[in-house]
């Protein structure tokens, strides 16, 4: 039986809270064992709550405010940690991808699938927000890295489906993703992809692991270019020590390591854009050069970490 705060509760209720949490259907992806730290964690920082729920009936808790509260704030959490990827009303990614592989076998030709391609990245925020600049961010990235063999990208959510725009013939890449069913997604993706090059992998990894895990990343060969999009503030959500952005940075066996961060905030009317310098800060402490280049509600740092021993 688990006790919080003290207080005893019941495997029971914690078991429905993780069922009732996961029940949106976008949030239905997410692992057990995330929502459930992510409850206990809010239940530790709130005592009343927890005695309330661990007294009320198990039957009718459901329908006391309190406990649909606590599930809006754990709902909204997860929504930012996960970056909203599936956007309501776009198409469902499994169908544009059995429509991706038919155009495949029938014309074998990367290019007539663009539009496919943009189908799939329109079903996750961060991909549909950089849609109309993804040539554009790897022309720029490519200057400073030259155009790369082999490519890891964590917390990578849709973004290697951007494959088409990358311009590459053969690329090696390694995906990796907290949530499984992208993971699976991208290596039916993947598979579809080989005869154009695209030799790809994805891994379930949580991120936050590095922290006590330092044989995180042996997972990865050593690569040209790590992407980092828009990661460090979802990965920050489910908490986690200050540091760890700086640690997966440092620690990632690249090269170069580009990094993105949201210049506005999600759901927000107003722009707040947001200061990076920790990221400057950071390369100038480890003596690291660094590129910056923005396009609309998105900043890109290029950090060249060569020579630099892992
Ligand atoms: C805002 S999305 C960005 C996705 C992708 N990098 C892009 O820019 O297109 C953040 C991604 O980080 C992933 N993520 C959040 N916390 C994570 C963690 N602890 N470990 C691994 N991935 C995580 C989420 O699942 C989500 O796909």
Redesign the pocket.
């Known amino acids: 039986m688990p006790i919080i705060q003290g207080i005893a509760f019941t495997e029971e209720l914690l078991i429905k809270l993780i069922d009732d949490v996961r029940e949106k259907k976008e949030l239905g992806p997410v692992e057990r064992n995330i929502v459930r730290e992510l409850l206990v964690k809010e239940l530790q920082s709130n005592k009343k709550l927890v005695i309330f729920l661990a007294e009320h009936e198990l039957r009718t808790v459901d329908r006391a405010s309190k406990y649909k509260e606590l599930l809006k704030n754990v709902r909204a959490k997860l929504r930012k940690?996960?970056?909203m990827?599936q956007i309501e009303g776009e198409r469902d990614k499994w169908e544009a991808l059995e429509d991706l592989k038919k155009a495949i076998a029938k014309k074998h030709n990367v290019e007539v699938t663009e539009g496919l391609h943009r189908e799939l990245l329109k079903t996750?925020l961060?991909?549909k927000e950089r849609l109309g600049y993804y040539d554009d961010i790897y022309k720029q990235i490519w200057q400073v890295t030259g155009k790369p063999r082999i490519v890891i990208d964590?917390?990578?959510?849709?973004?290697p489906i951007s494959f088409p725009f990358m311009r590459l013939n053969k690329v090696d890449y390694y995906a990796?993703?907290?949530?499984t069913q992208?993971v699976n997604f991208l290596n039916t993706y993947f598979n579809i992809m080989e005869e154009f090059g695209l030799y790809g992998k994805a891994v379930q990894?949580?991120?936050?692991d590095i922290i006590t895990n330092p044989y995180l990343f042996t997972v990865f060969p050593r690569a040209d270019v790590c992407f980092m999009?828009?990661?460090f503030d979802?990965?920050k959500v489910?908490g986690k020590p200050k540091t760890i952005d700086e640690k997966l940075i440092e620690k990632v066996p690249a090269k170069y390591v580009v990094c993105?961060f949201s210049t506005q905030t999600i759901g927000a009317r107003s722009m707040r854009v947001v200061k990076r310098d920790w990221v400057e800060k950071l390369c100038m402490r480890h003596g690291w050069a660094f590129k910056k280049f923005e396009i609309e509600n998105e900043v890109f740092y290029v950090i060249d970490k060569h020579g630099v021993v892992i």
């Open positions: 940690a996960y970056g990827f996750h961060s991909s964590v917390g990578c959510g849709l973004n990796s993703e907290l949530n992208d990894q949580d991120l936050r999009f828009k990661l979802s990965v489910l993105s």
